[in-house]
């Protein structure tokens, strides 16, 4: 428990000293609005399993068998096909903005029925459906599951995930997605995460440089840029050059406390107001053992088991911290530290604090 207070205080430690927000790139903390990328998917067939296919009571996949031999001039009953050798699955894949025909996208491969292992498997050639519906990429290729998995004898070894693979490079690009960066005379700014200062610090940044482009953050996402004639006839240029102008996002004051894990993180600009922490633990132990009564000789009773059950309780010694006015993070992590917290309980101070109004952050629990 102490390795895990440890190692909770050390990364705390390690937010508190980095808390000035370094200057970043606009290109990534922003992107151009109208250059996005398209989410693709596609039902299809992996071959060439060692018997770690779907089971013959996988119907979807016996039928999906028999309608792929029968495009062949193969017809046979789906009832009468073993598929061990054979899994369904379902294709996924990012299509990124600007892909032309013939570029090549990675997918994800992964099983849709009982099939124990992908591993060794190829993806029959598969097509790929946006949400419009339409065919926007076709797959096919060997996967590469990153993993191994054996058994024989009753046992057994594996490693990692063996019922998803990937296939780099494994779809073509059969259909472009038109991208429009400019409208109305006019690029868009858009912020990955939603902050009325940062939006207002990156028109001020692309004002300093461009000032030409009369920059105007429309919102707390949204920052426009406008083109003249210069800009209008080398746009990509002009991308380029806002991509790299570096600003100084701000950040909200914000705790995240992961109940699973045990993960506590702690933004630089989390401040207390002046409170007290007194942490204890109490801890109460029971041991149960079974314990055999013997009748006394010629009593004419009989032997009985029964159990007997210590009760122990014990309770760390309080202790009682202080904190300042405008405690910063790196304050916080000493005072805690001399609690010595675990996670667990470091969770449960930072809900108290945040419920008595001393702590001024966002608490989210994950």
């Known amino acids: 428990m102490k390795r895990k207070a440890m190692l909770a205080v050390g990364l705390l430690v390690c937010a ?23 989410q693709l998917i596609g039902y299809g067939l992996v071959v060439g399993l060692e018997g770690t296919g779907d089971s013959k009571g996988t119907l979807f996949t016996t039928q999906s068998v028999a309608n792929m031999l029968q495009r062949f001039g193969i017809t046979v009953p789906a009832g009468q096909m073993k598929v061990k050798n054979i899994a369904a699955v379902m294709v ?19 099983s849709i029925g009982d099939a124990r292992s992908l591993q060794g498997g190829t993806l029959l050639q598969t ?19 990153g993993g191994f998995g054996a058994a024989s004898g009753g046992s057994s070894q594996q490693k990692n995930h063996l019922t998803v693979g990937r296939i780099p490079a494994g779809a073509i690009v059969e259909r472009e997605v038109p991208a429009r960066v400019v409208r109305d ?10 902050d009325f200062t940062t939006a207002a610090r990156v028109a001020s940044a692309i004002r300093q440089k461009f000032p030409q482009t009369l920059p105007r953050a429309l919102d707390a996402s949204t920052v426009r840029v406008e083109l003249s004639g210069e ?28 109940e699973r894990t045990g993960t506590v993180v702690l933004g630089g600009n989390v401040t207390l107001s002046p409170a007290a922490v007194a942490h204890g633990n109490l801890t109460i132990r029971i041991d149960a053992k079974p314990q055999v009564s013997q009748p006394a000789p010629l009593s004419g009773g009989s032997t009985v088991t ?40 470091l969770m449960s101070i930072l809900q108290a604090l945040r419920a008595a109004g001393a702590l001024h952050a966002e608490v989210e629990v994950q």
Do not use: C, W
Not at 29 to 34: L, N, S
Not at 185 to 194: A, E, G, K, Q, V
Not at 321 to 340: H, R, Y
């Open 185 to 194: 005379d006019s690029i868009l700014i858009t912020l990955n995460t939603p």
């Open 306 to 345: 029964t159990t007997r059950r210590d009760v122990r309780v014990t309770e760390q010694a309080e202790r009682l911290v202080a904190l300042p006015e405008a405690v910063t993070v790196e304050q916080l992590v000493k005072a805690l530290n001399l609690l010595g917290v675990s996670p667990r309980d």
């Open 16 to 38: 508190a000293l980095t808390s000035a927000a370094p200057d970043v790139r606009l290109k990534d903390i922003a992107q151009v609005h109208g250059a996005r990328g398209n």
């Open 127 to 145: 097509p790929l459906m946006g949400a419009d519906g339409n065919v926007y990429a076709v797959a096919q290729g060997a996967i590469s599951v």
């Open 231 to 258: 800009e209008r006839e080398d746009v990509v240029t002009l991308i380029a050059a806002l991509q790299e102008i570096t600003v100084q996002p701000d950040t909200p004051a914000r705790v995240i406390l992961n």
């Open 92 to 110: 996924t894949a990012d299509l990124p903005p600007f892909a032309r025909e013939g570029s090549r996208i990675d997918v994800t491969v992964s």
